[in-house]
């Protein structure tokens, strides 16, 4: 499997903290199937800032480990940006990274509890740069789901979305699992990942969430989102199937 979200560089967000921690997610990840991680730090959320060069050069640290180590992963650049007004300027500049630096697919977060009003103009000046934006986690943020119908439209615009492992496997709760399914029924989101941070609370949970859609959903479902990543990493078009929006459940007793 290909993890695209992971915060396993250490110390420069708050995922591993050293090295060790960073060799022990490794392990981790080989032993549920995983042999390629996109190294995702936070960038520009407030706390960190992590730009392009520094990144790379943190991918190419760990990558000599991991060999030293005997650990089969390979370890590829990427970059988890919150969405700010200055991100195209700081892309042409050189300081923000798409994932696997293929120049095709970009991460955005957006904060937990909104959506900015100026998402919907970003985006399309993202597009402009010939990128495709991916927006991590949309199930977990509180705006997208009280109005899935935001999600829709930016979908519909040609914006992709990744959901959370944990997300499917219930760990960040009912509603936010119910979402998330919701999201996979419509065709909203089009990729899973980690979004590993550490091996206790935040862990992958890779496997057990791709056993939970194979047996959910069926093995089509699982291959799309496979098959999404390594195109990704690749820089290729990833397969979307036409996005619906997702239906408001009617209460008991009214039709």
């Given amino acids: 499997m290909i993890d695209l979200h992971c915060h396993i560089l250490h110390g420069i967000d708050d995922g591993a903290q050293t090295i060790e921690d960073s060799l022990h997610m490794a392990k981790q990840a080989v032993s549920e199937g995983i042999h390629t991680i ?8 407030g706390k960190y800032i992590n730009e392009k060069n520094e990144i790379v050069q943190h991918v190419e640290q760990l990558n000599t480990y991991l060999l030293q180590e005997n650990i089969p992963l390979t370890i590829l650049p990427g970059q988890e ?3 700010y007004g200055e991100i195209i300027k700081d892309y042409q500049n050189g300081k923000i990274l798409t994932l696997n630096q293929t120049g095709k697919y970009l991460f955005i977060e957006l904060p937990s509890g909104q959506v900015p009003k100026f998402t919907e103009k970003l985006v399309y000046d993202i597009q402009s740069e010939g990128l495709t934006p ?27 979305t990744q959901i959370t492992a944990s997300s499917l496997t219930g760990r960040f709760g009912k509603r936010i699992k119910k979402f998330s399914m919701d999201l996979i029924e419509a065709n909203l989101t089009h990729m899973i990942a980690s979004d590993a941070h550490n091996l206790s609370g935040r862990n992958f949970y890779m496997q057990e969430a791709s056993e939970w859609i194979a047996s959910e959903y069926g093995m089509d479902t699982l291959y799309m989102f496979h098959e999404n990543a390594e195109a990704v990493i690749k820089g290729y078009v990833c397969f979307q199937d036409t996005p619906q929006q997702v239906k408001k459940k009617k209460f008991l007793g009214i039709f």
């Fill in 38 to 45: 996109v190294a995702t730090p936070h960038h520009q959320n």
């Fill in 81 to 83: 940006s919150r969405i």
């Fill in 134 to 160: 991916i927006i991590v986690h949309p199930e977990r943020n509180g705006r997208l789901i009280e109005d899935p119908d935001i999600l829709y439209n930016l979908v519909n615009k040609g914006v992709l």
